[in-house]
C-alpha cells in the first residue's frame, strides 16, 4: 500500500528544486524502467508497480518493491497515462568532469525545451556519442519529460552543465563545429573522430559569446520555405553527417 507521505514525496519530484536537494528522480513506463535495469540497477532505490509488471519481472533484491493500484500509480505519476511502473533513481553522473580531447561531444547553448534534450539524448546515444555539456540555462536533464524522450538512453549518455564558454576556451585546440544558417553544408564535410558540436537555441540559436569559439561554421541547406529546423531534427542529421 502507498502512504500519503510517500506518495506527496514521490509527486514532489516532478519539481526541479526537489530533485536537487534530494538527488533523486523519476522515471516511469515499462521501456523506460527495464532499460535502466538493464544499464544502472544499483542506482534504482524504489520501483512501484502494477501486479501484472512485478509478475514479469526480476528485481534486485537491494531495490525496494510496492505493488500499488492502478488508482494510486496515477497519484504518484508525471504521465496523464500511467504506464504500468514507476521508479525512483539516484541522480546519474554526479561530481563529475567531462574529458573533451579524443572525442566527439555535442554541446547544447539554452536548449529549453525538455521533449528537445530527452530527443537529443536518444539520438545522441544512436550515434554512439557519449557525453554532452549544457549550458546552465538548458532543460534540466532529470526533468520528467527529458526522462520520458530519452526513451532510456539517459542511462548511457553522460551530460553535464557548466560554463560552456570556460569549458571552449580551455579546449582551443579540439575542432569547434557550429551550427549556424550562415555555415557551410554539413554534407561537404568529412566525417570526424574528436570534435565539439554546437547545437543552439531553438530561437535564438547559438550565443555570439559562444559563436566566436567555432572553427568551422556548418548548416543543414534548406530546400523549402521552412523559416527553421528542430532542434533535435537537426542534431540528427548533422550527427549522421560528421560521425
Known amino acids: 500500500m502507498l502512504g500519503k507521505l510517500k506518495a506527496k514525496y514521490i509527486q514532489s519530484l516532478g519539481q526541479k528544486k526537489q530533485r536537487d536537494a534530494e538527488g533523486r528522480f523519476v522515471a516511469e513506463g515499462p521501456k523506460i524502467v527495464d532499460d535502466l535495469l538493464s544499464s544502472v540497477p544499483g542506482m534504482i532505490e524504489e520501483i512501484y508497480s502494477l501486479p501484472e509488471w512485478k509478475s514479469q519481472h526480476s528485481i534486485p533484491p537491494a531495490v525496494e518493491h510496492i505493488e500499488v493500484s492502478p488508482n494510486e500509480l496515477e497519484r504518484i505519476s508525471q504521465l496523464k497515462t500511467p504506464n504500468q511502473v514507476l521508479a525512483v533513481l539516484r541522480k546519474l553522473n554526479e561530481d ?24 537529443i539524448i536518444r539520438i545522441a546515444d544512436w550515434f554512439n556519442i557519449s557525453q554532452i555539456i549544457c549550458s546552465p540555462d538548458c532543460a534540466d536533464v532529470y526533468n520528467p519529460k527529458v526522462i ?3 526513451m532510456g538512453s539517459i542511462a548511457r549518455i553522460q551530460v553535464f552543465y557548466g560554463d560552456v564558454i570556460e569549458l571552449l576556451g580551455e579546449n582551443r585546440n579540439v575542432p569547434v563545429y557550429a551550427m549556424m544558417l550562415d555555415g557551410d553544408d554539413v554534407s ?8 565539439i558540436i554546437i547545437i543552439g537555441n531553438e530561437s535564438k540559436g547559438i550565443q555570439p559569446a559562444i559563436a ?19 532542434a533535435a531534427v537537426a542534431t540528427g542529421i548533422v550527427l549522421s553527417r560528421l560521425v
Open 96 to 119: 563529475t568532469t567531462p574529458v573533451i580531447a579524443g572525442k566527439v561531444s555535442l554541446l547544447l547553448d539554452t536548449i529549453q525545451d525538455p521533449g528537445n534534450l530527452g530527443t
Open 148 to 150: 520520458q524522450s530519452s
Open 188 to 195: 561537404s564535410f568529412k566525417q570526424i573522430t574528436e570534435g
Open 212 to 230: 566566436q569559439y567555432a572553427s568551422k561554421k556548418i548548416t543543414i541547406p534548406r530546400k523549402g520555405g521552412a523559416e527553421s529546423l528542430n
